[in-house]
C-alpha cells in the first residue's frame, strides 16, 4: 500500500497504532512487576508507571484503534479533572466513616507496590473494563429498550455487574458490597457526564488514596 508520499507500507496499521500498542504493553507490563515478590521487579515496575503515564496522559483522545476508542479514554479539562479528584476523595472520606461506624475492615493492603496498583494501575483498568467497554455496551443495549432511561440504568447496571465481580474477593461482607454498588455508580456517574473514563479513573484513584491515608493515619484499620 502506498501512502501519501508514495512509499510503499507493508504494515499500514502499524503506524497509526503505536499509543495503544505502548498503552497495553507497558500497563500489563507493570502490573506484572508489582504483583510479583521480588524487590527489582517491583522498582523495575516503578520505571514502567512512569513511562506508561507517559504514553497514557497525552493518549487520551487519540486511541482510535483495538477497541480503546470504543472505551473512551478521552481527554479532560482541569475542571472536570479537579472535580473528579475531589469527588473520589470525598467518596472515600465517606466510605471510612461508613467502616468506622459498622466496624468493617477497608482490606488496604501495607506494602507500598500495593498503593501503587491501588490509586494508579488498578483504577485505570478496573475503569477502562467496567466504565469503559461494559458502559457502552450497556448504553446501547439501553438505548434501544428504554431511552429514556439509558444513562441511569447504564450507570447503576454496571455498579452491579462492579459490585458482584468483588465477591470472590475473601472476606468481602454486605456492607462492602453495597459501598462497591455506590462507588461504581459515582465513577459511571463521572464517565457519563465528562464523557471519558479518565475521570472516573481519577475518582478511583483519589478514593483509594483516600482509604490509605486513612490507614496510614490510624483512622482505620
Not at 501503587?116 to 461494559?134: C, D, M, N, Q, T
Amino acid at each position: 500500500m502506498l501512502n501519501r508520499r508514495g512509499r510503499f507500507r507493508l504494515f499500514p496499521g502499524i503506524g497509526v497504532s503505536w499509543r495503544e500498542l505502548l498503552f497495553w504493553t507497558f500497563l500489563l507490563a507493570s502490573f506484572r512487576s508489582f504483583e510479583s515478590s521480588q524487590t527489582s521487579r517491583q522498582l523495575a515496575g516503578v520505571v514502567e508507571v512512569i513511562i506508561f503515564l507517559s504514553v497514557a496522559v497525552p493518549s487520551a483522545g487519540k486511541l482510535r484503534r483495538l477497541g480503546l476508542d470504543f472505551a473512551g479514554w478521552n481527554a479532560i479539562g482541569a475542571r472536570p479533572a479537579i472535580v473528579s479528584t475531589l469527588v473520589g476523595v470525598a467518596a472515600g472520606g465517606t466510605i471510612v466513616a461508613i467502616a468506622a461506624v459498622s466496624q468493617q475492615p477497608l482490606g488496604t493492603e501495607k506494602g507500598w507496590n500495593w498503593v501503587i496498583l491501588a490509586v494508579v494501575l488498578g483504577p485505570v483498568v478496573e475503569e477502562l473494563v467496567f466504565r469503559g467497554y461494559l458502559m457502552a455496551g450497556a448504553l446501547l443495549l439501553v438505548k434501544f429498550l428504554c431511552a429514556a432511561a439509558q444513562n441511569a440504568a447504564s450507570v447503576v447496571g454496571v455498579a452491579l455487574v462492579f459490585a458482584i465481580a468483588h465477591v470472590a474477593r475473601t472476606g468481602t461482607t454486605v456492607v462492602q458490597l453495597c459501598c462497591f454498588v455506590l462507588t461504581g455508580s459515582l465513577y459511571g456517574f463521572l464517565r457519563v457526564r465528562y464523557q471519558s473514563t479518565a475521570a472516573a479513573a481519577l475518582a478511583h484513584g483519589a478514593y483509594n488514596l483516600a482509604l490509605y491515608v486513612s490507614h496510614w493515619i490510624g483512622i482505620s484499620s
